[in-house]
């Protein structure tokens, strides 16, 4: 069936690094633009990032350019998360979704999630 | 502070109807989406763009736009369906995408 399984995600000193990965399995995962959110404890939901299915074009959130890279490999179906300079208010359960293309490639109608993977800055 | 403003919490008597609204300058320019998210879980596509409702959600979820704000209509309102629903859209610069802050439905 259709889904994203993300990994990655742990318990990681503030200014330490970590890798985000999204499994992707059920679907041409090179025709869609994918996405990052998380939602921190308690708060509601935030967009970090997107790449478009070529990774062609790449958008950030200001409150993470500059520390965090997405990028994919359509070869493996996967999309990444690379972050770094983490500090303790990225902790969050971080989703990766598919955006649905439902009127145009980058719709924002993010119609797949996955369950989501915890990371916690802490010291 | 998210560039679409939500009402924090709405409730509505069983059975009821209920719209939940979504409000910002972005939204005169592009369509938004609405999630529901139930404690625990991932979000969940409810409705999108103009009249778009995925498969495998109710009739009794619509939408509508006009002007600056999405409105998400739940039309006899369920027990499953209290829940945090938030919407997104493009931001003001058309350039990312942006959550509103997200409502707590509880359903009397």
């Known amino acids: 069936q259709v889904q994203l399984v993300e990994s990655g995600g742990g318990l990681v000193k503030p200014g330490g690094s970590l890798r985000l990965s999204c499994a992707a399995s059920?679907?041409?995962?090179?025709?869609?633009?994918m996405n990052w959110i998380r939602q921190a404890p308690g708060k509601g939901l935030e967009w970090l990032s997107d790449?478009?299915?070529?990774?062609?074009?790449?958008s950030y959130a200001a409150s993470v350019k500059g520390r965090f890279t997405i990028s994919r490999d359509n070869a493996q179906n996967s999309l990444y998360l690379q972050m770094t300079s983490l500090r303790v208010e990225d902790t969050a359960m971080y989703y990766c979704?598919?955006?649905?293309?439902?009127?145009?490639?980058?719709?924002?109608?993010?119609?797949?999630w996955g369950q989501g993977t915890m990371v916690t800055v802490s010291s | 502070s998210s560039e679409l403003t939500q009402d924090p919490a709405v409730s509505v008597a069983l059975g009821q109807t209920v719209r939940i609204t979504c409000q910002g300058d972005s939204l005169r320019l592009y369509y938004a989406s609405w999630y529901q998210q139930r404690p625990g879980q991932a979000p969940l596509l409810v409705f999108y763009g103009e009249k778009n409702r995925p498969s495998g959600i109710p009739d009794r979820f619509s939408g509508s736009n006009s002007g600056n704000t999405a409105s998400l209509t739940i039309t006899g309102a369920q027990a499953e369906d209290e829940a945090d629903y938030y919407c997104?859209?493009?931001?003001?610069?058309?350039?990312?995408?942006?959550f509103g802050g997200g409502t707590k439905l509880t359903v009397l």
């Open positions: 997104n859209s493009r931001d003001n610069s058309g350039d990312h995408l942006v």
């Open positions: 059920g679907f041409t995962f090179s025709d869609y633009y």
């Open positions: 790449i478009s299915s070529s990774a062609s074009a790449i």
């Open positions: 979704a598919r955006d649905s293309g439902g009127y145009g490639p980058r719709s924002g109608a993010f119609d797949i």
